[in-house]
Structures are given as C-alpha cells and as structure tokens.
C-alpha cells in the first residue's frame, strides 16, 4: 500500500514587517517530512543590486519551549536541501527595479519524502513551533535602491 502525502499549511501569504520574529504554532498532528518556507519582497524603482533574498532570512528554528530542535540560517538551509534533495531550489534573484523577490527554503525533517517513520512527529512534543527571522534590511535601508514593500511568507 501506498503512502499518501498531503501539503498542508501552517500559515499562507502572511504580511511581513521589514524585520522581525514569526512564530507560528506546528499544530499538525501527522508526520513531517519537510516544510517550505518563501520569503517576498519588491525591489526599489530603480534597483537592488547586492542584496538577494538569501540575505534577508537570518534562520529557521524549530523549537519546543525552550529547547531548539533544529536551527540553522539561510545559507546552511540551502546547503542542507541541495545535500538532501539533489536539486536546487527557486533562489529568486532578480535585481530589476519593482520587480519580486523571493526565495524558498526547504527543510528536510526526514530522510526523504517517503518515509515515514523517520519524520518529524510534532505530537512526541508539548509545544512545537517554528521561528522564522528575517531583516530585508541587510546592506541597505528600505528605498529606490533597495527593498521597499515587504510582501509575505508562506
């Protein structure tokens, strides 16, 4: 028998600030193979050359009260999912001005998508959640050449 996948969300196009801390609440009850995290802004009129997207999330945490289950930041996300999927992923680099931005990162929790029994159970735990932490201020402050309307995460 087969396995059968579904691909819930914990939470979809939630307005961001241009910095700050997400918590969201891991209230699945099955198994979690991996999640995807994608961050979006929109570039200044005239440009936002040097600062990428990859530069904008600082880490992905998955925590129960105090104890942190699994963190790293941006750059070790996307090591690790081109390491565990064999694939690259939509980095979203575009430095045109008003143009989007966005990038996903994806965090394998298993070892594969198949495989349930090596998973992320979020019921073994008392307060699961995920911490996501971003600044779209990295090199330079919200303008023309830089970022301007934070758009969302998902």
């Not at 819930?8 to 009850?29: M, S, V, W």
């Not at 990295?138 to 758009?151: L, M, N, T």
Request: hydrophobic share 40%.
């Amino acid at each position: 028998m087969g396995i059968r996948l579904r691909q819930p969300y914990l939470r979809r196009d939630h307005a961001i600030a241009i910095a700050g801390t997400h918590i969201e609440e891991i209230n699945i009850k099955d198994p979690i193979m991996d999640f995807y995290v994608k961050l979006a802004a929109t570039n200044g009129a005239t440009s936002n050359i040097g600062q990428p997207m990859v530069d904008v999330l600082h880490s992905i945490e998955i925590v129960d009260g105090s104890d942190v289950l699994w963190a790293l930041d941006s750059e070790e996300i996307l090591a690790n999912q081109l390491y565990h999927y064999k694939e690259s992923t939509s980095f979203g680099m575009d430095e045109r001005g008003g143009e989007e931005q966005a990038c996903i990162w994806k965090v394998p929790l298993g070892i594969g998508r198949m495989h349930p029994e090596v998973a992320f159970d979020p019921t073994r735990f008392a307060n699961p959640q995920m911490v996501i932490t971003w600044d779209l201020e990295p090199v330079r402050a919200i303008g023309a050449d830089a970022y301007v309307d934070p758009k969302d995460i998902t």
